[in-house]
């Protein structure tokens, strides 16, 4: 059997994305910054994978190399059916494709005597997922290696109104808190669960959420098979995100979630409601600061770091109680918050420093996660329970 591959396109967090990637598919190749490949993926399930996957929001299956864009040799690559062909093209790796070679993959199709229509990106030199699922479109991708050009066809595309009906459609969502998006929840418990793909529906563990919020990594882990537990400190926020995940539930009645368990617990005081050694992962975006002073344009250098020095007595704190609750190697992913205020910045570097006395190895970290402009950055770690 003739070995297949494919492409994985990276949303607008590649980094975390493809840390996803590499816990899903151990082997796989970064070839460009938004854009990775994957070898021998004959037995694939791109549905599956597709769904599962929070921050690719492409699969490409490879057609072939070629050693040039021409359409001589892109043209052949193209041509398995007799049809009318609606395509764009997608270039990743460099500055972009001519309009010429649109036009003249055009023209030889039809010498070929297949009518086709050139769909054009809006911006840049990609097409977007909504494009190509809305046009209905053949998506040509190219890569631009250090010797050749990988050539795809698209296979598959994110699920953006199911994602957007999650972040959205929910009974209660406030964009303005700053909360984590649900496509970076979903890259968290993937990388909290450490299972390749292939094993994936075989494994049955346990995810707490110890500052849930309105509950958005609890939603994406339940939807990927997780017994979640959750809590937070405010009865508000518990009683939003238990309606939000039964909501979730509702809407999704093959989710193979279990538990969905919530309550009002302080995050430092948890082994008070958990039994030792039950949880196999951690995932949370904990308590950020008093942000409101940060962003405010007479904040003072003192009042920031008598924050930090809060948030840093506050996570120590946290991880030393969870980690009566973690089996042994169990998982920690939080997001620790950086501010860029008055031209420094401003970090928790004491809970990274203390991480070892406290029992954990620092295993990956930092991914920042933010807005190019954000006040308060977020810095993903993931810790391992010794």
Same mark, same amino acid.
């Given at each position: ?5 494919? $492409?994985?396109?990276?949303?607008? =967090?590649?980094? $975390? ?12 190749? $970064?070839l460009a910054d938004d854009i990775a490949m994957l &070898? ?29 864009? &021409? #359409? ?5 690559? $193209? =041509? ?17 494709? #001519? ?26 030199? =990609? ?10 479109? &053949? ?15 698209t296979v598959a595309v994110q699920a953006y109104e199911?994602?957007?009906? @999650? ?7 406030? %964009? ?5 998006? %649900? ?12 299972? /390749? ?37 405010? &009865? ?7 309606? +939000? ?7 999704? #009645?093959?989710?193979?979630?279990g538990g969905g368990i919530i309550s009002v617990t ?17 995932? =949370?975006? /904990? ?8 962003? @405010? ?8 770091? +008598? ?58 970290? /930092?991914?920042?996660?933010? @807005? ?15």
């Amino acid at each position: 059997m003739h070995s297949s591959s494919h $492409l994985f396109v990276l949303g607008r =967090t590649p980094k $975390l994305a493809f840390l996803e990637l590499q816990t899903l598919f151990p082997g796989i190749e $970064l070839l460009a910054d938004d854009i990775a490949m994957l &070898t021998d993926t004959n037995n694939l399930n791109v549905s599956e994978a597709m769904n599962l996957l929070g921050g690719t929001t492409k699969i490409v299956q490879v057609v072939g190399r070629v050693p040039t864009l &021409t #359409p001589e040799t892109i043209v052949p690559l $193209l =041509t398995s059916t007799s049809k009318r062909l609606d395509f764009g093209l997608s270039f990743y790796g460099a500055s972009g494709v #001519p309009n010429s070679l649109a036009v003249a993959i055009k023209r030889a199709l039809e010498q070929k005597g297949i009518p086709s229509r050139y769909v054009t990106p809006k911006h840049g030199t =990609t097409l977007s997922t909504v494009s190509v699922d809305k046009s209905g479109i &053949t998506e040509i991708v190219m890569v631009q290696t250090n010797s050749d050009y990988i050539i795809g066809k698209t296979v598959a595309v994110q699920a953006y109104e199911a994602w957007n009906e @999650r972040d959205y459609g929910r009974p209660f969502s406030d %964009p303005k808190s700053g909360m984590l998006p %649900p496509k970076v929840a979903r890259m968290i418990v993937n990388i909290a669960r450490s299972v /390749p793909f292939t094993d994936w529906k075989s494994n049955e563990r346990t995810l707490l959420d110890p500052f849930c919020g309105m509950g958005t990594i609890l939603a994406e882990a339940y939807m990927t098979g997780w017994r979640v537990m959750g809590s937070d400190s405010s &009865t508000d926020a518990v009683v939003k995100a238990q309606k +939000n995940l039964a909501w979730l539930i509702s809407k999704n #009645p093959d989710a193979k979630g279990g538990g969905g368990i919530i309550s009002v617990t302080d995050a430092a005081h948890v082994s008070e409601r958990v039994l030792p050694q039950l949880v196999d992962a951690i995932a =949370t975006e /904990p308590y950020m600061g008093a942000t409101n002073i940060v962003n @405010r344009p007479d904040v003072k250098p003192e009042s920031v770091k +008598n924050i930090i020095k809060g948030l840093e007595k506050l996570y120590i704190g946290c991880l030393r109680e969870w980690s009566k609750i973690l089996v042994p190697k169990g998982k920690v992913i939080l997001a620790l918050p950086s501010y860029s205020v008055l031209g420094r910045t401003y970090f928790v570097k004491k809970v990274v420093d203390m991480c070892e006395n406290l029992g954990y190895t620092i295993v990956v970290g /930092p991914i920042e996660y933010s @807005r190019p402009q954000a006040v308060v950055k977020r810095e993903f770690y993931i810790l391992e329970k010794k």
